[in-house]
């Protein structure tokens, strides 16, 4: 929690310490007045960041509500507790980590233990896990990796987006959160919500194949530290049982935060929950949140009774109190933790019943409620929201099944059968029943029929939302009623689809399957209300002793796409290996070379899951026989595709007959000769033929492209031209002579060469410059254009030019010293130390001459104050503080003339900052602090790269800061400072920037 009062955090840290516990009780309750009269006149902080919304499987997204006949957990527990515990301490004392699981490889780790319900003798084997989802949330850290070290020193980098979940087997995975899964705050301050951030993955896989017991989450992106650090995880189960009662559970997550006094109210709306439409409602709600402070009071957590009442009745439960509900408890109805602490320093798990006796906070029929939150001067984060509501409502069923199904599974391109049978399985009717199935990108609805075995009303031809980011198949059931008889079937929908050839969509990285999964929705016959939605039954299970049970989830499409792949992707899946046909032999591929092959955002790594150890490949990939990648996509960051790279590349060197320069010929003789590649080879002359043997043939003159390709498959394209020999010329043109006085030699020489047809050529010059030197310079392989030189001297030269087939012609010319002549002046300044523009009266500025120029004979100084110099860099001072105009004229001996003007201000206020400092004790350079003169206020910051402040003073006479921090020497490296000023006439200034300790 951050407190704005950090003396009482210092009392309440001395007082646990060293008072006994009833004196410390009466003199915390003092402080709590204390601290709500200080804190009410302050601004609330509150805000929903992140809203709420329904969490679902990603195997599942549609099915946002779990109607089952189940229940849920809730688990987790703290990664970091005090160094010296105290049931009543806050943490703004030391926090240290955690670490449970006797793994010397982890620097902190927590368990709790997952059991599930025994609720009407339910047999553990017979339940089935539907959805777990880990959570986790912390505050210190304010970059996602950053580096700790162990008791034993040794360093160990730690991610905020990464935590390593361990099963009650030993077991162990990394997950890693997605950016958008929660929150991630870059700083500690206010408007970074006090750095408490929140991360969240799925982990449904991992849970449903470790099942009960005790879960441990290692090496969360938490540190150690005062100043409200904390951190830890929560863990939530959904799951299924056929002895159970049914429920409605619905998950939440977000990000709600609040700070400070609460002036307002704050609200989380949560819906898709539906209560029964008679009798008793019972809800069970789970929450979790992080940085509730045990010795914090004031912070509550409240239900609104009914439906926009605006009236709200405080929570609580058995481990906290109305008042004080967000207090570091964990209470999730007796699931063991290692450790299990009464504070929890800053984390609140907690799993408890709605006190709902005469339906008087939630009415029959209600879907949605809000939770309001505040605080007198608590600082925490909701991040998780839980709710299970006993139901008694009608319930839709729709069997998914395939109707046919070709033998050995689906080849791309073909179509395949399915079936969705209706009923309803309850004893109130249902009106105006939808249903809707999802299609991914690969699969295309090509035709849908409709059957009704009963009377049927209300219902329409089923359609299909094509648009890119719904494609959804629908279709209007219409008013199903009460069943004659148990099982019987309403109608059933028949429709068929085919499978794509794209190799994007069959290359996925977790195989070629496509997923299916669709939902029944409608209405409450009798009372007209909503209905919760029904995902689509798939089967039944009857596994071990329990009875007959429906299995509801996606219905996947197995694609046989194997040899397809390999044939039209070049991806052979038996083996695992990517073929690359190259350009030229290499020993590497480029990454954007197989990106069309993987889905859009793949990466490629050498190993998986992904560690510290592991190498990211984002450029390039190493062809070697055997080695192993790995390609991670977006949408399946826990299930990679394993592939293998091979090369395959063709060269090709071309033979043209040779001719003479002077010849009228046109056709020529073209061989090709394929030097590397695998035989046999075949040639296109893209004549209309195709690929055949012949490796020679005659070409006109013109550009022609030949298509090389060898028995792999491999192709090569080769260009190349067919030119007239020696049908070329070139022109040689002298510019920028026509200025006689330019500022900078503007001699330029260009060389025009042009050609009917693309050839290339080589330049030479050679010659003898004006003192006798000898100059020679040549370029090859040049197209037709125009080049130029700008660093010839005067001399005389001569130019060949030579084009590919040997033909070369030649211009001779001059360049004369009159040609060459330039003249610029210029200068700068150079004065003290406030050298920003401003300069004090009486002292020497020596001007430094920049000019440059051909045959310089003469430099005039005019200083703007009746003095004048005709020195070369002459030195001047100024007694009178105003604005000057300075003048340097310079003459060459060919009469140009150049002038430069500068303004110059003398007297004024300045200030600048040093580079840096050596705080050394040798009386040099000892202090950092600003240069200045006519300065009237100041007010002066240090602070690290974290923007924690380390010194500051408004004194103009101040010494500076002396480089360290609660009297400890700082450390060398950089730092940033900050300075606001006034000067004149209450004019205001500031700057900013950073500056080096050395030591």
Same mark, same amino acid.
């Given at each position: 929690?951050?407190?704005?009062?950090?003396?009482?955090?210092?009392?309440?840290?001395?007082?646990?310490?060293?008072?006994?516990?009833?004196?410390?009780?009466?003199?915390?309750?003092?402080?709590?007045?204390?601290?709500?009269?200080?804190?009410?006149?302050?601004?609330?902080?509150?805000?929903?960041?992140?809203?709420?919304?329904?969490?679902?499987?990603?195997?599942?997204?549609?099915?946002?509500?779990?109607?089952?006949?189940?229940?849920?957990?809730?688990?987790?527990?703290?990664?970091?507790?005090?160094?010296?515990?105290?049931?009543?301490?806050?943490?703004?004392?030391?926090?240290?980590?955690?670490?449970?699981?006797?793994?010397?490889?982890?620097?902190?780790?927590?368990?709790?233990?997952?059991?599930?319900?025994?609720?009407?003798?339910?047999?553990?084997?017979?339940?089935?896990?539907?959805?777990?989802?880990?959570?986790?949330?912390?505050?210190?850290?304010?970059?996602?990796?950053?580096?700790?070290?162990?008791?034993?020193?040794?360093?160990?980098?730690?991610?905020?987006?990464?935590?390593?979940?361990?099963?009650?087997?030993?077991?162990?995975?990394?997950?890693?959160?997605?950016?958008?899964?929660?929150?991630?705050?870059?700083?500690?301050?206010?408007?970074?919500?006090?750095?408490?951030?929140?991360?969240?993955?799925?982990?449904?896989?991992?849970?449903?194949?470790?099942?009960?017991?005790?879960?441990?989450?290692?090496?969360?992106?938490?540190?150690?530290?005062?100043?409200?650090?904390?951190?830890?995880?929560?863990?939530?189960?959904?799951?299924?049982?056929?002895?159970?009662?049914?429920?409605?559970?619905?998950?939440?997550?977000?990000?709600?935060?609040?700070?400070?006094?609460?002036?307002?109210?704050?609200?989380?709306?949560?819906?898709?929950?539906?209560?029964?439409?008679?009798?008793?409602?019972?809800?069970?709600?789970?929450?979790?949140?992080?940085?509730?402070?045990?010795?914090?009071?004031?912070?509550?957590l409240e239900i609104e009774k009914g439906i926009n009442s605006g009236n709200f009745v405080r929570l609580s439960h058995a481990g906290n109190n109305e008042s004080n509900f967000f207090n570091s408890s964990i209470s999730t109805g007796g699931n063991p933790r290692n450790p299990e602490l009464k504070n929890n320093t800053g984390m609140d798990i907690s799993v408890f019943d709605i006190p709902n006796g005469g339906n008087l906070i939630l009415e029959n029929g209600q879907t949605s409620t809000r939770f309001r939150y505040g605080t007198d001067g608590d600082a925490y984060v909701i991040y998780s929201l839980v709710t299970a509501v006993e139901t008694s409502e009608p319930v839709l069923e729709g069997y998914h099944y395939f109707s046919s199904l070709p033998n050995g599974g689906v080849l791309p391109g073909e179509e395949l059968e399915l079936t969705v049978e209706v009923s309803n399985k309850s004893a109130i009717p249902v009106k105006d029943a939808l249903l809707t199935i999802n299609f991914p990108p690969g699969l295309e609805l090509i035709s849908a029929e409709a059957e009704f075995y009963s009377t049927a009303s209300g219902n329409s031809l089923p359609?299909?939302?094509?648009?890119?980011?719904?494609?959804?198949?629908?279709?209007?059931?219409?008013?199903?009623?009460?069943?004659?008889?148990?099982?019987?079937?309403?109608?059933?929908?028949?429709?068929?689809?085919?499978?794509?050839?794209?190799?994007?969509?069959?290359?996925?990285?977790?195989?070629?399957?496509?997923?299916?999964?669709?939902?029944?929705?409608?209405?409450?016959?009798?009372?007209?209300?909503?209905?919760?939605?029904?995902?689509?039954?798939?089967?039944?299970?009857?596994?071990?002793?329990?009875?007959?049970?429906?299995?509801?989830?996606?219905?996947?499409?197995?694609?046989?796409?194997?040899?397809?792949?390999?044939?039209?992707?070049?991806?052979?899946?038996?083996?695992?290996?990517?073929?690359?046909?190259?350009?030229?032999?290499?020993?590497?591929?480029?990454?954007?070379?197989?990106?069309?092959?993987?889905?859009?955002?793949?990466?490629?790594?050498?190993?998986?899951?992904?560690?510290?150890?592991?190498?990211?490949?984002?450029?390039?990939?190493?062809?070697?026989?055997?080695?192993?990648?790995?390609?991670?996509?977006?949408?399946?960051?826990?299930?990679?595709?394993?592939?293998?790279?091979?090369?395959?590349?063709?060269?090709?060197?071309?033979?043209?007959?040779?001719?003479?320069?002077?010849?009228?010929?046109?056709?020529?003789?073209?061989?090709?000769?394929?030097?590397?590649?695998?035989?046999?080879?075949?040639?296109?002359?893209?004549?209309?033929?195709?690929?055949?043997?012949?490796?020679?043939?005659?070409?006109?003159?013109?550009?022609?492209?030949?298509?090389?390709?060898?028995?792999?498959?491999?192709?090569?394209?080769?260009?190349?031209?067919?030119?007239?020999?020696?049908?070329?010329?070139?022109?040689?043109?002298?510019?920028?002579?026509?200025?006689? %006085?330019?500022?900078?030699?503007? @001699?330029?020489? $260009?060389?025009?060469?042009? =050609?009917? +047809?693309?050839?290339? *050529? &080589? !330049?030479?010059?050679?010659?003898?410059?004006?003192?006798?030197?000898?100059?020679?310079?040549?370029?090859?392989?040049?197209?037709?254009?125009?080049?130029?030189?700008?660093?010839?001297?005067?001399?005389?030269?001569?130019?060949?030019?030579?084009?590919?087939?040997? %033909?070369?012609?030649?211009?001779? @010319?001059?360049? $004369?010293?009159?040609?060459? =002549?330039? +003249?610029?002046?210029? *200068? &700068? !300044?150079?004065?003290?130390?406030?050298?920003?523009?401003?300069?004090?009266?009486?002292?020497?500025?020596?001007?430094?001459?920049?000019?440059?120029?051909?045959?310089?004979?003469?430099?005039?100084?005019?200083?703007?104050?009746?003095?004048?110099?005709?020195?070369?860099?002459?030195?001047?001072?100024?007694?009178?503080?105003?604005?000057?105009?300075?003048?340097?004229?310079?003459?060459?001996?060919?009469?140009?003339?150049?002038?430069?003007?500068?303004?110059?201000?003398?007297?004024?206020?300045?200030?600048?900052?040093?580079?840096?400092?050596?705080?050394?004790?040798?009386?040099?350079?000892?202090?950092?602090?600003?240069?200045?003169?006519?300065?009237?206020?100041?007010?002066?910051?240090?602070?690290?790269?974290?923007?924690?402040?380390?010194?500051?003073?408004?004194?103009?006479?101040?010494?500076?800061?002396?480089?360290?921090?609660?009297?400890?020497?700082?450390?060398?490296?950089?730092?940033?400072?900050?300075?606001?000023?006034?000067?004149?006439?209450?004019?205001?200034?500031?700057?900013?920037?950073?500056?080096?300790?050395?030591?």
């Open positions: 929690m951050f407190k704005s009062l950090p003396q009482t955090s210092k009392v309440i840290k001395v007082i646990n310490e060293g008072f006994p516990k009833v004196l410390q009780q009466i003199i915390l309750l003092f402080l709590s007045f204390f601290c709500l009269f200080i804190l009410l006149v302050s601004i609330a902080n509150a805000q929903v960041r992140v809203p709420f919304q329904n969490r679902a499987s990603e195997a599942n997204p549609s099915r946002t509500t779990f109607e089952v006949k189940g229940d849920f957990a809730l688990i987790g527990n703290t990664n970091l507790s005090l160094e010296n515990y105290d049931d009543n301490l806050m943490n703004d004392n030391q926090l240290l980590y955690v670490d449970v699981d006797n793994d010397p490889n982890t620097i902190n780790s927590s368990s709790a233990t997952l059991v599930f319900s025994a609720e009407n003798g339910s047999d553990a084997s017979c339940t089935k896990v539907l959805f777990a989802g880990l959570y986790w949330s912390g505050r210190g850290p304010i970059a996602d990796d950053f580096y700790v070290s162990d008791s034993n020193g040794n360093s160990k980098k730690l991610s905020r987006k990464q935590a390593k979940l361990i099963g009650p087997n030993g077991n162990q995975q990394l997950f890693t959160a997605k950016d958008e899964d929660i929150r991630y705050t870059y700083g500690l301050d206010l408007p970074n919500d006090l750095g408490l951030f929140v991360g969240y993955v799925e982990v449904t896989d991992f849970v449903q194949t470790n099942g009960q017991g005790a879960y441990t989450v290692a090496d969360l992106g938490v540190s150690e530290g005062t100043d409200y650090h904390y951190g830890g995880w929560s863990m939530v189960v959904v799951y299924e049982n056929p002895s159970m009662n049914s429920r409605s559970i619905t998950v939440f997550d977000g990000y709600a935060f609040v700070r400070g006094s609460v002036m307002a109210d704050y609200t989380i709306p949560v819906s898709g929950f539906a209560t029964v439409d008679s009798g008793p409602v019972k809800m069970k709600l789970g929450v979790a949140a992080g940085e509730g402070d045990v010795a914090a009071v004031g912070d509550y359609g299909f939302d094509s648009r890119p980011d719904v494609r959804q198949f629908y279709w209007m059931v219409g008013d199903v009623p009460v069943p004659n008889t148990q099982g019987e079937v309403f109608a059933k929908i028949t429709y068929k689809v085919k499978v794509t050839g794209e190799c994007v969509l069959l290359m996925n990285s977790c195989g070629v399957n496509f997923v299916l999964d669709g939902e029944l929705n409608g209405f409450n016959g009798i009372s007209g209300s909503p209905i919760s939605s029904s995902p689509l039954k798939i089967g039944e299970s009857q596994e071990n002793a329990c009875f007959a049970t429906p299995v509801f989830g996606p219905l996947e499409v197995s694609i046989n796409a194997q040899e397809y792949v390999r044939t039209n992707c070049g991806f052979d899946d038996s083996t695992s290996t990517l073929f690359i046909c190259q350009a030229e032999d290499k020993e590497y591929v480029q990454t954007f070379y197989i990106q069309n092959t993987f889905p859009t955002g793949t990466r490629f790594f050498d190993s998986f899951p992904v560690e510290e150890s592991t190498v990211e490949y984002q450029d390039s990939l190493q062809i070697l026989s055997g080695k192993i990648y790995f390609a991670v996509s977006p949408d399946s960051p826990n299930c990679p595709r394993e592939f293998s790279l091979e090369s395959g590349y063709i060269e090709v060197e071309i033979e043209m007959e040779e001719g003479e320069c002077s010849s009228e010929s046109s056709d020529r003789l073209v061989t090709f000769h394929v030097i590397e590649g695998t035989a046999p080879f075949t040639f296109d002359y893209l004549d209309g033929a195709g690929f055949v043997s012949d490796s020679s043939r005659m070409f006109s003159l013109g550009n022609h492209s030949v298509l090389v390709k060898d028995i792999s498959e491999c192709y090569r394209v080769v260009e190349f031209d067919v030119l007239p020999l020696g049908d070329f010329n070139f022109s040689v043109e002298k510019s920028g002579v026509e200025d006689s %006085c330019p500022e900078s030699p503007n @001699f330029a020489l $260009s060389v025009l060469i042009e =050609s009917e +047809l693309e050839d290339l *050529f &080589q !330049l030479s010059i050679e010659g003898t410059t004006i003192d006798g030197q000898d100059y020679f310079y040549t370029m090859t392989e040049l197209s037709v254009g125009e080049f130029y030189w700008e660093e010839l001297v005067a001399g005389d030269y001569t130019i060949w030019v030579t084009n590919s087939a040997g %033909c070369e012609k030649e211009q001779v @010319f001059t360049i $004369s010293e009159d040609e060459l =002549s330039y +003249l610029k002046a210029e *200068f &700068q !300044l150079k004065s003290g130390p406030l050298d920003e523009g401003y300069f004090i009266p009486g002292s020497p500025i020596e001007f430094v001459n920049l000019s440059q120029g051909t045959e310089i004979i003469s430099y005039m100084w005019d200083f703007g104050d009746g003095n004048m110099s005709f020195d070369f860099s002459p030195v001047h001072s100024y007694y009178e503080s105003r604005s000057y105009e300075v003048n340097l004229q310079v003459e060459n001996a060919a009469g140009c003339i150049s002038e430069y003007l500068l303004p110059l201000e003398v007297g004024g206020p300045a200030l600048r900052l040093p580079d840096g400092f050596t705080p050394n004790g040798d009386g040099q350079n000892d202090y950092y602090y600003p240069i200045f003169r006519q300065i009237e206020s100041i007010r002066f910051w240090v602070m690290d790269r974290w923007g924690a402040i380390l010194f500051y003073t408004d004194s103009l006479d101040s010494e500076g800061w002396d480089g360290k921090w609660k009297d400890e020497p700082m450390p060398q490296g950089t730092y940033v400072y900050r300075v606001d000023y006034t000067f004149g006439q209450n004019k205001q200034s500031s700057k900013s920037g950073s500056f080096l300790l050395l030591k």
